[in-house]
């Protein structure tokens, strides 16, 4: 499966402009030592082959376009140009042209989602941890998120409701291998992460259009034992017990009970009942 391009917002051009102003001029050589990533960085998954080749690349061509970077302390941190850093480092290059821009941690953390979503395919999962990061770190609401990425808020919700799901399916999305649309599907099942997983396995693996996940997962939902068919199967492993003999109990939406009790031969069921009959039950309370 490949990954899909969820574009987000007006672009880096229209969220900070002055930041990749054409005309920009003020252009530095940094020592690659006093850089470091952003903390913010919403990329958790770098291809190690799209890095190589991109490595390769600006060491033939050289860097085309400088990293934007802040100043943090004595040194700096990158804001734009994660990629470009990690293949300059490749090269084992010792300083990287950069352009300095001082921004809040805030601009920061916007900056880079809407960068890597222009300019990298970030997948659904990783905008999904940047918008919970915006939302704890920063006290943003969906609204905002809404406002900042020019989204609707049911997509943000949507978007960050995938959040939901165990974190080795997050990782297949982040991998690349299962699509939001398939996940979308597993949302239900991640208080199971187990069966959530398998899910999505099996969604990769058979290839899985969404309609089709969606009813395998309707599916399997519908064979899983709910808790009060498991409560029921535990009385008949110990009717079981206690009467020597295969004891079933079903329970069906009507509120009715049936319990089945299997004997070898007719006088054991005479000795059951006669048995059943002896017992003496509460009385009710009205």
């Given amino acids: 499966m490949h990954k899909q ?8 051009d229209a969220l900070i402009p002055a930041l990749v102003s054409r005309n920009e001029s003020s252009v530095d050589l940094l020592p690659i030592d006093r850089i470091r990533p952003n903390p913010f960085q919403p990329r958790k998954y770098m291809d190690p082959t799209a890095l190589a080749e991109l490595a390769h690349s600006i060491k033939i061509h050289g860097l085309t376009q400088p990293i934007v970077v802040r100043p943090v302390g004595n040194d700096y941190e990158i804001v734009v140009g994660e990629r470009r850093f990690q293949a300059c480092k490749l090269n084992e290059f010792t300083t990287i042209p950069a352009i300095v821009k001082s921004v809040s941690d805030k601009e920061s953390c916007e900056i880079a989602i809407v960068e890597n979503i222009d300019r990298e395919n970030l997948s659904v999962i990783e905008i999904a941890q940047s918008f919970q990061n915006l939302v704890d770190t920063f006290g943003y609401t969906q609204e905002k998120l809404s406002h900042i990425f020019a989204r609707s808020r049911s997509s943000i919700a949507n978007i960050m409701r995938l959040l939901k799901l165990p974190e080795s399916v997050q990782q297949l999305m982040i991998e690349g291998a299962l699509l939001e649309g398939h996940a979308r599907t597993l949302v239900d099942h991640s208080h199971d992460p187990d069966t959530c997983l398998a899910l999505a396995r099996d969604i990769i693996d058979k290839k899985l259009t969404v309609r089709q996940a969606e009813a395998w997962g309707k599916a399997s939902k519908k064979k899983r034992p ?10 008949a492993t110990k009717l079981s017990k206690t009467l020597n003999t295969p004891v079933d109990i079903r329970h069906n939406r009507n509120n009715q009970l049936t319990v089945t009790v299997s ?24």
């Fill in 263 to 286: 004997y070898p031969q007719f006088k054991a069921y005479i000795a059951f009942l006669d048995q059943l009959c002896t017992i003496e039950m509460p009385p009710s309370e009205s």
């Fill in 226 to 235: 709910s808790k009060t068919v498991a409560i029921f199967d535990q009385y």
């Fill in 5 to 12: 391009n969820p574009r987000l917002g007006k672009g880096l």
